[in-house]
């Protein structure tokens, strides 16, 4: 159980394009989703919190109109990266808490996707 | 301050030996920790949880928990070159952020 995938694994496009990655909640439902970016040999670094039905919370530094995320169902949540330049280049994860897990917070990561900007 | 503090390592252990990975932490008011996995381009996978001080064991795992001292920490036992990869310590104050530290690299060797 708590399963989540992502989609795509990998991306590869060219400056200037947008790029949408999926992540789902395959076994369980999420009111709550996490989209982080990790930059090689760096830690997670968390950009947004994305609750289904509502807007998405972003941490400071992260630019909003850029990292377009939507949460339209409890079980998917998208990031699109748009007008994607080489510095966004990154290993993007999602992360997912259970709706029915009231204490400990607990969240399921996504295999990532990596995506390439050329 | 960081809010999750590990060290980065590497922590270099033989095969078959303990690897004790630490973390320390700021805030007292932190109510669930976490410990992660993540081999080298994989996302971080869970090894286990702990909330209430003390030990927790799961299998070669062990989580030690000491909130008065403001510190969680993760055993391997017999530890295999199979652990290699970078732990990530975590925790949560109940709300919905989780707070990564920026891990530590393990390797161990065969």
């Known amino acids: 159980g708590a399963v989540v995938s992502q989609h795509p694994s990998w991306v590869i496009c060219k400056s200037g394009t947008s790029v949408k990655i999926e992540c789902r909640s395959l076994?369980?439902?999420?009111?709550?989703m996490f989209w982080y970016r990790q930059f090689p040999k760096q830690s997670l670094m968390l950009m947004a919190t994305?609750?289904?039905?509502?807007?998405?919370?972003?941490e400071q530094g992260v630019e909003k109109d850029k990292f377009l995320i939507n949460h339209a169902s409890l079980t998917l949540s998208t990031l699109t990266v748009t007008s994607a330049h080489p510095e966004d280049s990154s290993f993007y994860i999602c992360s997912a808490r259970d709706i029915r897990d009231l204490a400990y917070n607990e969240q399921f990561f996504g295999p990532g996707t990596r995506l390439t900007v050329l | 301050q960081k809010e999750v503090e590990q060290n980065s390592g590497p922590l270099s252990v033989p095969e078959g030996a303990i690897a004790s990975l630490n973390c320390t932490y700021s805030d007292r008011g932190s109510q669930s920790f976490f410990w992660y996995r993540q081999y080298s381009g994989k996302s971080p996978e869970l090894i286990m949880f702990?909330?209430?001080?003390g030990d927790k064991e799961d299998g070669r795992f062990t989580a030690q928990l000491n909130k008065a001292s403001q510190y969680v920490s993760l055993l391997i036992r017999d530890s295999q070159p199979s652990d290699s990869a970078t732990y990530l310590c975590?925790?949560?104050?109940?709300?919905?952020?989780?707070?990564f530290g920026a891990g530590t690299r393990l390797f161990v060797k065969a």
């Open positions: 702990i909330y209430s001080n």
């Open positions: 975590a925790l949560n104050t109940g709300g919905f952020k989780t707070i």
């Open positions: 076994d369980f439902q999420a009111t709550t």
């Open positions: 994305s609750n289904e039905g509502s807007k998405a919370t972003y």
